[in-house]
């Protein structure tokens, strides 16, 4: 399996240096990524799920280990993939339709062919008729489904997603997740998926990354076993397993409490 | 044929008959289309020249002694006020130094940029006294040092006693009064000159060029030392901001101190060595000058024509 | 009545002059009061509308070359700590030096044409527009910047696409004083040597003691000044409309 | 190395200059080569050193003053629409008019003293620190505002807890702007009459073509505006580390 | 019951005026809270929970209608109360207790009494070692636990809340909500509370108000009957009762797909 990863993390670690003091956000974080696979990180809060995001976009130096995407060794940032991060980072003076069609700008793409893509992306995230608002003029939810259209937009062959559906009630991210199963299903992309609910991610990925508190050590990697589609209402026996399996996880690294 | 010739300042009486030469045609019948500019004060007019923007212009010589001490390749083709017409000028209602011993402690304004430190400097040193007894007020433009004189910030300013004294009094209505330097000190220096640039001369062409406007320019002179009202009045042409009472003023002034003891009888704007000594001794003793071996170095007289300074066939 | 406020700024500002001229007794030399200026405005005006053209050529012509130059210039400086340390201790002494000072020497190196006048009104609106773009390009977020080199924006693409538009409310504030400023330059320019222009004009007047045409050209420079510096607001509103300086408070309703 | 790259900005400068002087035959009048200037400076210290505390003292008033006036002006304008409207055109007013044409009246009014200069000085630099703090004040989010009323802040809260401390970054570059105007204004304050100080020494030097001294005077001042520059831009530093423009990015480790 | 109503909002409405055209926020909403109740918000992304929060708040105008609250009509920002807006909104000037203490500040309390109270705080959302970070060297989902704690440190009787953990993994929001609920027990406060989470609210309300998409308009407010201190993994049956409930009518309205 070694071989055929597509993204290797080995040994990886991150400290920074604040004014306040060091802090150590992860270490001895190993995670070998294949091609084609869904993997998804879900940890406490200040983990350091987003720092391990960005270390392999290659937007955060990394302070020891090694980390390759594709065979090479990530010494800048990547470019050839989609990225949602934790904010939703759209450009002020760009409308919604061209806070996506940005993406395809700056990647000199062709706006003819894209802008349709762009459109259906926006109507299936519930963005319809507002194609020409600033987003300042959209709700924390909207802002966060437009960045999500632009991470896919140019239908990249890898997807980082950083908590995409944080600002998103429990009803869209439902809708918007069996969205990304059926085009990660059709086009079977290579996607690492940071979420802070449990179910989500045994909903969605092939296999889970579960973290413990900061520092941040990978736990345990479980694979999720489970027939595609999954739909989060016709879910068997085995769904609430693995979600009871992380939460006990959590519970005994201390971050649930145990009452 | 275009001839550009740069005033050492903005248009006031003094530069009277340069307009009648080229208004009564003298300018013309030598040939030359005189196009008269107007400068921002002596010292850049002559750095100008010394970069020859300007081959020709009219700058005050103790400006140009000094520049050319310090390199700068011009001399003096022609001297038109021979006397200093530097004063003390004063409201005539106030406290003001028209004797030597009301000088000290009193509050002087003059304009950097032009001749009037040089020449106070050699003042102050010829009777006795150093800059620091008096308050120099410097200023960079002239109106402030006037308006310093008639708000009583100052007792005097150093002027022109045929520009700025008369001037002040017709525009004011305030009673002006002034002691010129000469009469105080008996210091005197060369004043206004033509002045050329020495490279622009080494071409003969341009040296018949400047011979001819030379002679257009001493005609205009002599025509304005003639007919004193009708050169105000041409004057006023191309100043219309003056009136004709102190357009004549300032010509009568003018005409006042075109000639030095040693040149009574020589053709107009015509200088002696001797007075170019004289100057020189003076700054070289009290203003910091570095005095030229040769005094031929300041100025020629060969490119001036004899009277009645008509134009050759 | 909200329209009429600029002018009632203005109208009692001329109110207070006219009558402190009138009750002090202020002579016409020191200053005339300004019915007199209005008057000789209008009857001078031709005169003013020529050397106004020329000193707004040239001011124009300085403005543009400042911001020509200022803008790359800040890109470089916040791109390269050590451009950045090697330039702007020169700016600075471009900025620092007194433009009265070397007006001169450009007069003696260029000439009396346009050409220093316009070279003194660029150096003096030169560095607020290198101070303020500066500040404008460094104030892009680092999440902002993570975004575009996630997409492989070319250093012109991270510049153009996002680095400008985002320092463009803060450059707007440096263009409008290098635009004030700009006027003054020129003006400065034209007070070491010119035939034409309002600074000569000021000149003139001022050796000729014609305090009336003085202070109408003053009103003329302040004129120029003021449609300059309003042309950029306007292009600033116009460009710019999305960021919250000028975003209208949604207010329609009850409250 | 990249400690000593300001120097080495400055070096080819100098460098560049002094061998134009020599290859191009520069006269002494028009440009005296650095060396001279070096010498000059050297021998004439304690005259620079005196006309420059005069001018470092009119400039520094000049400065205090308008930082004094400027801040209260912007944060008017920034709260009232009225204000602004009324208050802008007067602004320009004073901010386009030549203070070179105007400064002779301060002569009038206020004599030969320290005031008139500590007044150009002031209002040459007051106008991009009100421009720049305005920008700065407006700049604050509505959601930041939200949250300062829903705590109750008072007016005085609002500014001196929210507005200010997130218009420091623009006011800063307003400030530093201005710092390099203030020393160009006591300058032209000192040139409209004066009896000290180093534009005064300027007007001397230059009509008695002392071209070394001229020049050695233009270093002092430069010398000065640099260093008060650094200062603002050091309190910047000290006061805002947390803005983005100071951030540092994290770049230990390997990448 | 409507004479006690603490907060009543009367036939409200919101439009906002954007240059792309009219939004009609939300409409004919009609709600009484009472003193000491707690209110959850449950709606699909942009249906105007955020702009009621707001318009309750006095933060923003309404386009008609009326709301009171403490039996005086809002028509300037409410200060008695603590807000956690949907964003975290630090001041990037002040360390992560400063930001805190912002509120104790700004009401002129007592420093000396409150911080300890702050620190608290702190240490319950699991932020002690950051008292002295600045918030740019936090996590979002830390950033988000600084702005709850600020708005919780002055003891407010009214506290509205939009989402406090949209960016709090499942672990985190499960024991700040069981901290929420304790402290609300004890002190009896009124609250409004947003959330994207069918079973939040369920876990922390005493009414549940359900909104349609935009235009939001109230669909149903249903009371929850379970007794308290409840716990998530110790629910009766009737939780799932009002959870699907809910679940049932955002399908009716076409919120969740039917499949
Ligand atoms: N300032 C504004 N100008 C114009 N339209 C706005 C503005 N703020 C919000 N809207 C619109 O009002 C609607 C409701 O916004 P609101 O923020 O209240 O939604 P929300 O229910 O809080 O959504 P979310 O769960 O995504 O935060 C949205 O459609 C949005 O586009
Ligand atoms: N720029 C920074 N400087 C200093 N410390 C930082 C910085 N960014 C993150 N950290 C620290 O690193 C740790 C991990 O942060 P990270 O953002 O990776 O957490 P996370 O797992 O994404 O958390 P969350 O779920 O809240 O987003 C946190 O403790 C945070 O304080
Ligand atoms: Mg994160
Ligand atoms: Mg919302």
């Known amino acids: ?259 | 044929e275009k001839f550009p010739f740069r005033l050492n300042w903005t248009l006031y009486g003094e530069h009277a008959p340069f307009f009648v030469a080229r208004d009564k045609g003298f300018y013309a019948a030598e040939g030359l289309d005189v196009e008269i500019q107007e400068g921002s004060g002596s010292t850049t007019v002559a750095q100008l020249v010394a970069s020859s923007n300007s081959p020709v212009a009219y700058v005050d010589a103790a400006t140009m002694m000094r520049g050319i001490s310090n390199g700068m390749p011009i001399k003096a083709v022609g001297v038109t006020l021979q006397q200093s017409p530097m004063a003390f000028i004063y409201r005539a209602d106030a406290a003001r130094p028209t004797k030597l011993s009301e000088i000290k402690g009193s509050r002087i304004a003059l304009t950097a940029g032009d001749a009037s430190l040089t020449i106070f400097t050699a003042f102050m040193g010829k009777v006795g006294m150093k800059l620091e007894d008096v308050q120099m007020i410097t200023v960079a433009n002239p109106q402030g040092k006037e308006q310093a004189v008639l708000n009583k910030q100052a007792d005097a300013l150093l002027g022109y006693f045929m520009d700025q004294g008369p001037r002040m009094q017709l525009q004011t209505g305030v009673k002006m009064g002034w002691t010129r330097l000469y009469d105080l000190g008996g210091v005197s220096t060369l004043s206004s000159a033509m002045i050329a640039n020495n490279n622009w001369l080494k071409d003969a062409k341009n040296q018949d060029l400047l011979r001819r406007f030379l002679r257009a320019s001493q005609r205009g002179w002599q025509y304005t030392f003639d007919n004193r009202a009708e050169a105000a009045e041409i004057f006023r042409k191309a100043a219309p901001a003056f009136t004709q009472e102190i357009a004549l003023l300032e010509v009568d002034g003018t005409m006042s101190i075109i000639r030095t003891d040693r040149t009574k009888g020589k053709p107009i704007a015509w200088s002696d060595v001797g007075d170019w000594r004289d100057s020189q001794d003076l700054l070289a003793k009290y203003a910091k000058l570095n005095p030229q071996s040769d005094l031929n170095a300041y100025f020629t007289n060969e490119y001036l024509s004899e009277p009645p300074y008509m134009p050759k066939k | 009545m909200s329209k009429l406020s600029p002018l009632a700024g203005i109208l009692v500002f001329l109110a207070i002059w006219e009558l402190g001229v009138y009750l002090f007794n202020v002579p016409a030399y020191l200053m005339p009061p300004p019915t007199a200026v209005a008057k000789t405005f209008v009857q001078e005006f031709p005169k003013l509308l020529f050397h106004g053209w020329v000193t707004t050529y040239e001011m124009l012509l300085g403005y543009v070359l400042a911001v020509v130059i200022a803008i790359p210039l800040a890109i470089g400086i916040t791109s390269s700590h050590r451009f950045d340390r090697f330039i702007t201790p020169q700016l600075l002494f471009f900025q620092v030096v007194p433009k009265v000072a070397i007006a001169p020497l450009f007069l003696v190196w260029f000439g009396v044409g346009t050409t220093p006048k316009v070279l003194v009104a660029f150096l003096i609106s030169f560095f607020p527009i290198v101070i303020d773009a500066a500040v404008g390009l460094r104030s892009m977020s680092s999440e902002m910047t993570d975004l575009a080199r996630s997409m492989g924006a070319t250093r012109w693409q991270l510049f153009a696409r996002f680095r400008l538009p985002t320092s463009l409310p803060y450059l707007f504030s440096g263009l409008k004083v290098a635009a004030t400023l700009s006027v003054a330059g020129a003006v400065v320019g034209e007070f070491v040597g010119a035939d034409k222009g309002l600074g000569y004009l000021l000149l003139v007047t001022n050796s000729n003691m014609e305090t009336a045409l003085m202070f109408a050209t003053i009103v003329a420079l302040t004129v120029i000044g003021l449609v300059f510096f309003y042309v950029v607001e306007f292009l600033e509103a116009f460009l710019i409309p999305w960021h919250v300086t000028h975003r209208v408070r949604e207010g329609s309703g009850t409250m």
Request: aromatic share 6%.
């Open chain 1, 1 to 259: 399996m070694a071989a055929e990863a597509y993204i290797q993390l080995d040994d990886v670690s991150k400290v920074y240096r604040a004014k306040a003091g060091q802090v150590e956000a992860c270490g001895e974080i190993n995670l070998d990524i294949r091609e084609s696979e869904f993997v998804a990180i879900v940890g406490p809060s200040g983990c350091g799920k987003t720092t391990i995001l960005k270390m392999v976009a290659g937007l955060q130096p990394r302070s020891s280990g090694s980390i390759t995407v594709g065979g090479r060794s990530v010494d800048r940032p990547q470019t050839d993939l989609g990225i949602v991060f934790q904010d939703a980072i759209l450009l002020d003076w760009r409308s919604v339709l061209d806070n996506v069609m940005l993406q395809v700008d700056i990647r000199n793409l062709d706006r003819a062919t894209y802008e349709p893509i762009a459109r259906h992306l926006l109507e299936l995230t519930g963005l319809k008729g507002f194609e020409h608002h600033k987003p300042f003029e959209l709700s924390g939810g909207m802002r966060q489904r437009v960045s999500i259209c632009r991470a896919l937009v140019h239908d990249p062959p890898l997807l980082l997603m950083d908590e995409p559906f944080g600002a998103l009630d429990a009803l869209t991210r439902e809708q918007i997740s069996m969205d990304i199963q059926r085009v990660w299903m059709e086009k079977r992309k290579t996607a690492l998926f940071i979420t802070h609910s449990i179910p989500e991610a045994v909903l969605l990925a092939d296999r889970v990354v579960v973290m413990s508190p900061r520092p941040g050590r990978i736990v345990e990697i479980i694979d999720i076993d489970l027939p595609r589609p999954r739909k989060l209402d016709s879910m068997p026996e085995k769904f609430s397993e693995y979600t009871g399996r992380i939460r006990s996880i959590f519970k005994a690294s201390g971050v649930l409490a145990m009452d």
